[in-house]
């Protein structure tokens, strides 16, 4: 299904959901290097944009990190959203509780139909916020000169950095290849 210009236009980033198994995980090269990808965004079949979101939480349990999606994405009660909005007015002036609390506050996060032209295959990229808003930009640029890059057969790919500095994982040098190009992955 190509791409919807004004559906793209009036989404607005949070609280629809979505999800699959095979996962996209771009990574930063050896070291912290820089490292390039080559991916294709795809419309799933029953979608005129290529993003769907979510909120969740993340939680530390004596296993490390685990995450969950917020009730509240449904329209239900969410124990933790309500703890966490509640805390947050009780705290506000004490910045040690607010750096707490920020770390199991609702987050939202972006998810994509992706292929990697490492592996030529459909995968789900769970991806930050200010990528989606990126790629988003991009997407809403080219389809005002009526280019769809999310074509499978005549669209275009994306590419971008990843590199790693301390603990952040950063996103740069996003850009449009020139060439359309097929993707080659039938009925996925």
């Known amino acids: 299904m190509p791409v919807d210009a004004k559906a793209l236009r009036d989404y607005k980033i949070g609280g629809s959901t979505g999800g699959a198994n095979e996962w996209f995980r771009p ?4 070291s912290g290097a820089e490292q390039r990808y080559s991916i294709r965004l795809l419309c799933a079949p029953d979608s005129s944009i290529p993003f769907f979101d ?3 939480h ?10 969950g999606a917020c ?3 449904k329209g239900e009660f969410c124990l933790a959203c309500d703890m966490f909005f ?3 007015l009780e705290f506000e002036d004490d910045k040690k509780n607010q750096a707490i609390l920020r770390k199991v506050a609702p987050t939202t996060r972006v998810y994509a139909n992706v292929i990697d032209r490492n592996v030529d295959r459909v995968q789900v990229w769970s991806m930050p916020f200010g990528v989606a808003g990126d790629l988003k930009n991009a997407l809403e640029t080219y389809l005002e000169d009526g280019v769809d890059l999310t074509d499978p057969a005549t669209g275009h790919d994306v590419t971008f950095s990843v590199d790693k500095k301390g603990a952040v994982q950063s996103y740069s040098a996003l850009t449009v290849r020139p060439k359309a190009s097929p993707v080659g992955v039938e009925d996925w």
């Not at 990574?27 to 050896?30: I, L, M």
């Not at 993340?58 to 995450?67: H, L």
């Open 27 to 30: 990574k930063p090269g050896p």
């Open 54 to 56: 979510t909120v969740i």
């Open 58 to 67: 993340y939680f530390r349990s004596k296993d490390g990190f685990m995450s």
């Open 71 to 73: 009730p509240r994405a």
């Open 86 to 88: 509640t805390l947050r």
